[in-house]
């Protein structure tokens, strides 16, 4: 036989497609040559996978060899289609009888002495192989535990090539994955920590109850970066939709704890401030990886000293936060990664930055303008909770910590403003208010009371609040009135959506 065909499974982007894996053995001068819009580590594979099947005791077929990855014009990356090309290979020489691979997905890199090595992306490229009716699938033993997490799918390890062809020859037994206990609850940081601030405490629960964005403004010392990192304490931990999806992004990008656990709790990152645009929101020549908003994706995202960052930098994130993904466009094709994260941004008032806050404050106030006006006006426009923090007064840091709520208490009424949220919204396919489209909740039976709404339609008609930012007032009163465990928004929870969203709260 000179022909012999193998599963396998492509990225592009979060997406799994099949991709079959053909090799033909031909009379002729000795080559090997790869069709199907391989990559550059693709195109090495010829020389990893002749290596490893003779370092495996296999004679290697001194012929012309063709191998072609279908569908041809979907673009491949990577080495996860070393063990699968291996395969064929040698199943188109007539060394190996493939029956026992049929419709078995086979992923992993091969080193030159034929061992298998991990690849990234198995979770999604298992998902695919599930989607497509695949229920069996062959992959490195290192990944065995993170494939073994979609449901119905019989997953079966190796170590070696020669593993895999003794399987396929003499029926030996392959690795069975590692049995994985669920981790144990995590204890970060904690909202009791936080000594006073109240209205940054109230911003933060409306912000997680409703999944709005939030920016901190204050002097060094009153608590803004304290204050993000306890954000992800107050969230519910992710369901499993969520958890597949946020697993999956930290698979793509090589990220995955080991263990192979499914993570549950919403991810938090906080990049530096010489983060660059790719780092932040993808990019990469090939296949461009998710940046820092993906790998946030059902989390946080955190830019403490914002102003900081690089202008191109803050201007890329706003086509992320206002649609939920980022769509990435390079010379070998699209890619697109869900983002749909809550940015929290924190910044001091001025460059000087003393800790006292005006009183003490060197700059002049073309100075301070221009350090805050690194934040644009259409980046802040999508922030839909900006508060200005106070400086910590001596009476609140040095009060003993029983009075403060702790994050467990703050997490139960978040978790019910969110489930009132998503009983509501059900019909709409939403499960948080920040996500409803402003023209529901302009239209009956969601538009809310001329009366109710009075102020907000003058600062409307006045300029001092765009349409984007009326529709987001009417956002946060909802999830106030959610917090209260209230039906619908009243006036004085408008009043309140539009002091958080001014930051004119006292």
Same mark, same amino acid.
């Given at each position: 036989?000179?022909?012999?065909?193998?599963?396998?499974?492509?990225?592009?982007?979060? @997406?799994?497609?099949?991709?079959?894996?053909?090799?033909?053995?031909?009379?002729?001068?000795?080559?090997?040559?790869?069709?199907?819009?391989?990559d @550059?580590?693709?195109?090495?594979?010829?020389?990893?996978?002749?290596?490893?099947?003779?370092?495996?005791?296999?004679?290697w077929?001194?012929?012309?060899?063709?191998?072609?990855?279908?569908?041809?014009?979907?673009?491949?990356?990577?080495?996860?289609?070393?063990?699968a090309?291996?395969?064929?290979?040698?199943?188109?020489?007539?060394?190996?009888?493939? /029956?026992?691979?049929?419709?078995?997905?086979?992923?992993?890199?091969?080193?030159?002495?034929g061992?298998?090595?991990?690849?990234?992306?198995?979770?999604?490229?298992?998902?695919a192989?599930?989607?497509?009716?695949?229920?069996?699938?062959?992959?490195?033993?290192?990944?065995?535990a993170?494939?073994a997490?979609?449901?119905?799918?019989?997953?079966?390890?190796?170590?070696?090539?020669?593993?895999?062809?003794?399987?396929?020859?003499?029926?030996?037994?392959?690795?069975?994955?590692?049995?994985v206990?669920?981790?144990?609850?995590?204890?970060?940081?904690?909202?009791?920590?936080?000594?006073?601030?109240?209205?940054?405490?109230?911003?933060?629960?409306?912000?997680?109850?409703?999944?709005?964005?939030?920016?901190?403004?204050?002097?060094?010392?009153?608590?803004? @970066?304290? /204050?993000a990192?306890?954000?992800?304490?107050i969230?519910?931990?992710?369901?499993?939709?969520?958890?597949?999806?946020?697993?999956?992004?930290?698979?793509?990008?090589?990220?995955?704890?080991?263990?192979?656990?499914?993570?549950?709790?919403?991810?938090?990152?906080?990049?530096?401030?010489?983060?660059?645009?790719?780092?932040?929101?993808?990019?990469?020549?090939?296949?461009?990886?998710?940046?820092?908003?993906?790998?946030?994706?059902?989390?946080?995202?955190?830019?403490?000293?914002?102003?900081?960052?690089?202008?191109?930098?803050?201007?890329?994130?706003?086509?992320?936060?206002?649609?939920?993904?980022?769509?990435?466009?390079?010379s070998?094709?699209?890619?697109?990664?869900?983002?749909?994260?809550?940015?929290?941004?924190?910044?001091?008032?001025?460059?000087?930055?003393?800790?006292?806050?005006?009183?003490?404050?060197?700059?002049?106030?073309v100075a301070?303008?221009?350090?805050?006006?690194?934040?644009?006006?259409? /980046?802040?426009?999508?922030?839909?909770?900006?508060?200005?923090?106070p400086?910590?007064?001596?009476a609140e840091?040095?009060?003993?910590?029983?009075?403060?709520?702790?994050?467990?208490?703050?997490?139960?009424?978040?978790?019910?403003?969110?489930?009132?949220?998503?009983?509501?919204?059900?019909?709409?396919?939403?499960?948080?208010?920040?996500?409803?489209?402003?023209?529901?909740?302009?239209?009956?039976?969601?538009?809310?009371?001329?009366r109710?709404?009075?102020?907000?339609?003058?600062?409307?008609?006045?300029?001092?609040?765009?349409?984007?930012?009326?529709?987001r007032?009417?956002?946060?009163?909802?999830?106030?009135?959610?917090?209260?465990?209230?039906?619908?928004?009243?006036?004085?929870?408008?009043?309140?959506?539009?002091? /958080?969203?001014?930051?004119?709260?006292?």
């Open positions: 036989m000179s022909y012999a065909k193998v599963l396998c499974v492509g990225l592009v982007g979060v @997406t799994g497609h099949l991709v079959e894996v053909e090799a033909d053995l031909a009379a002729g001068l000795p080559a090997v040559v790869i069709s199907g819009l391989p @550059t580590a693709l195109q090495e594979a010829r020389d990893r996978v002749r290596a490893a099947v003779v370092n495996s005791g296999q004679r077929p001194n012929r012309r060899i063709t191998l072609n990855l279908l569908p041809a014009t979907l673009p491949k990356f990577g080495s996860a289609f070393d063990l090309i291996a395969a064929a290979l040698l199943g188109g020489s007539g060394e190996l009888p493939l /029956l026992p691979l049929e419709k078995v997905v086979v992923l992993g890199e091969l080193g030159l002495d061992t298998v090595r991990p690849v990234r992306g198995v979770l999604p490229m298992v998902a192989a599930a989607r497509a009716g695949i229920q069996r699938v062959i992959v490195p033993v290192a990944n065995a993170e494939a997490v979609i449901p119905g799918m019989c997953v079966r390890a190796v170590d070696t090539l020669h593993r895999l062809v003794t399987f396929v020859r003499e029926g030996a037994p392959l690795i069975d994955p590692p049995t206990a669920p981790a144990p609850p995590g204890a970060g940081p904690d909202l009791a920590d936080v000594a006073g601030q109240e209205l940054g405490r109230r911003a933060l629960e409306v912000a997680a109850a409703g999944g709005h964005h939030l920016a901190l403004l204050g002097p060094p010392g009153a608590g803004k @970066t304290m /204050l990192e306890r954000l992800p304490s969230l519910p931990e992710l369901d499993d939709d969520a958890a597949l999806e946020v697993t999956a992004l930290h698979s793509i990008a090589g990220l995955l704890p080991p263990g192979g656990r499914l993570l549950r709790r919403p991810p938090f990152q906080a990049p530096h401030h010489t983060a660059t645009v790719p780092s932040l929101v993808g990019g990469g020549s090939g296949l461009a990886r998710p940046g820092a908003v993906s790998l946030a994706h059902r989390g946080v995202l955190f830019l403490d000293e914002a102003p900081e960052f690089s202008k191109g930098a803050l201007e890329a994130l706003r086509q992320p936060l206002e649609h939920g993904r980022v769509q990435l466009a390079r070998q094709g699209g890619t697109e990664y869900p983002a749909r994260t809550q940015l929290v941004l924190a910044a001091n008032p001025c460059p000087c930055a003393k800790p006292a806050g005006d009183a003490y404050c060197e700059c002049s106030p301070r303008r221009r350090y805050l006006g690194r934040l644009s006006g259409p /980046l802040l426009d999508r922030i839909d909770v900006q508060v200005r923090l400086p910590v007064r001596a840091l040095m009060a003993a910590d029983g009075g403060r709520e702790p994050s467990a208490v703050v997490a139960r009424r978040v978790a019910a403003a969110r489930g009132a949220a998503a009983e509501r919204w059900a019909g709409l396919g939403h499960r948080l208010n920040a996500e409803v489209p402003g023209p529901h909740l302009r239209r009956s039976p969601w538009r809310l009371p001329a109710d709404t009075a102020e907000l339609r003058a600062r409307l008609d006045s300029g001092s609040l765009s349409a984007r930012g009326f529709d007032v009417i956002r946060l009163a909802w999830t106030i009135a959610d917090l209260d465990g209230r039906e619908r928004p009243d006036r004085d929870d408008v009043r309140e959506a539009i002091q /958080l969203r001014t930051g004119d709260a006292t």
